[in-house]
């Protein structure tokens, strides 16, 4: 039989917190018909200083829990859970924004679907009152996790959602403050959980809202990218330095257009060119090989082979960073040619004020080929460690006797 857990976290929410629970109450027939017959209500009171506890005390069906000070809209949640009795577990806002008549809807979907994790998606509902600057804010952040976790999701901070009991320890830990739904909807699509969508309307909220665009904006674009930088490092900082790689073999292209057309000289621009293409180049090999590194330590400490390329899924039979060894190699030996082809051709008359393009080409083959070979060190290194574990099984249980 399952059990529903409502939390309601509510700070200084007298105007709308009576509305709410009355509305969350009257969902109890319809949650039974959704095979939900038990219905809990919890409302964490996160150190209101008007009449919200005293309004919910009226409601002798209601759990009431109060923090003595504000720990942020995170922590009342928490706490709910920590306090919950039901093997589903719910929330949504006490503003009356989200419709708690949705809820069967949303278990239902959460049992027939087997889902981990079931979101009511304000973007897909039909009905929205979200403002647009709220809207424009939720599309960003929503594409931004699915571009970094290869998964659709339209709704990353929605505010009202069903999770079983059991997805709680790969959903933890989680912030205490106002990003605590983007970061869940990003562990929950690494941690490969089962993630339903399910579309609900939306209301405008009743009272001055707590959410600042810019302020919690900001907190959410950096809790979402150090949240995936612990599944896969490699889809960031590899895709920026994919990025950098790309414009600097743009900008030798063009270079290398110029000096095919006698261009021997360079003007302001030429040379700032060649500048970007050359610190293009090496931080952009820095940061794959980075992040490609960072991969290898993720694996070690989840103990399970995560790795993805950077379209969710591996670019080559063998994955790039193991040719990093003879790429390193080539890319210095090669350089290390040019610079002397170019540095005897001075010797031998040439002016070395045209030598420039291929001296400078030179260095940054080098430098690049010398972080490839480093890192190629590092990760075969860390390959080795992560695959100990299961050769210690493996020579403990001998090799078997055909």
């Not at 005390?57 to 706490?79: C, F, M, P, Q, S």
């Not at 970061?183 to 699509?189: D, E, K, N, Q």
């Not at 292209?253 to 021997?264: E, Y």
Request: charged share 20%; hydrophobic share 50%; net charge positive.
């Amino acid at each position: 039989m399952h059990a529903l857990s409502v939390v309601i976290p509510a700070y200084n929410e007298q105007d709308g917190i009576a509305d709410i629970v009355k509305r969350v109450l009257a969902v109890k027939k319809p949650l039974a018909k959704a095979g939900v017959p038990d219905l809990e209500l919890i409302v964490v009171d996160d150190g209101s200083h008007d009449r919200t506890s005293e309004i919910v005390k009226d409601y002798a069906e209601v759990r009431l829990i109060r923090h003595a000070t504000n720990k942020g809209y995170g922590a009342a949640l928490k706490t709910g859970f920590h306090n919950a009795r039901g093997n589903l577990l719910a929330f949504l806002d006490a503003d009356g924004t989200y419709p708690p008549e949705f809820f069967p809807q949303l278990c239902r979907a959460a049992i027939e679907q087997k889902a981990d994790l079931v979101i009511g998606s304000r973007m897909s509902g039909k009905d929205s009152e979200m403002p647009l600057t709220r809207r424009i804010g939720n599309f960003f952040f929503a594409n931004l996790i699915s571009l970094i976790s290869n998964q659709r999701i339209s709704d990353s901070a929605s505010g009202m959602r069903v999770l079983r009991r059991e997805a709680l320890p790969m959903l933890y830990p989680l912030p205490d403050g106002l990003n605590f739904t983007p970061v869940m909807s990003t562990r929950a699509l690494h941690e490969k959980l089962k993630m339903v969508e399910v579309p609900i309307t939306y209301s405008e909220r009743l009272g001055r809202s707590k959410l600042s665009v810019v302020r919690d904006g900001a907190r959410f674009l950096n809790s979402i990218v150090w949240t995936a930088m612990n599944y896969n490092p490699v889809r960031i900082l590899g895709g920026i330095g994919a990025a950098a790689i790309a414009l600097a073999g743009v900008i030798a292209a063009i270079l290398v257009f110029m000096r095919l057309q006698g261009i021997t000289t360079l003007g302001p621009w030429g040379v700032f060119g060649l500048f970007t293409a050359g610190v293009s180049a090496v931080a952009g090999v820095s940061l794959f090989s980075l992040g490609a590194t960072f991969n290898y330590l993720v694996t070690l400490f989840h103990k399970r082979p995560i790795r993805q390329g950077l379209l969710g899924r591996p670019l080559f039979k063998t994955p790039l960073e193991r040719r990093f060894g003879w790429m390193g190699l080539l890319a210095v030996v090669g350089g290390s040619v040019m610079g002397l082809a170019a540095l005897f051709l001075s010797l031998t008359g040439s002016n070395i004020s045209q030598l420039w393009f291929w001296m400078a080409t030179s260095v940054m083959a080098v430098l690049v080929g010398v972080q490839l070979v480093i890192s190629w060190f590092v990760m075969q290194t860390l390959a080795e460690l992560s695959q100990r574990e299961v050769r210690v099984k493996d020579d403990m249980n001998g090799h078997p006797i055909k």
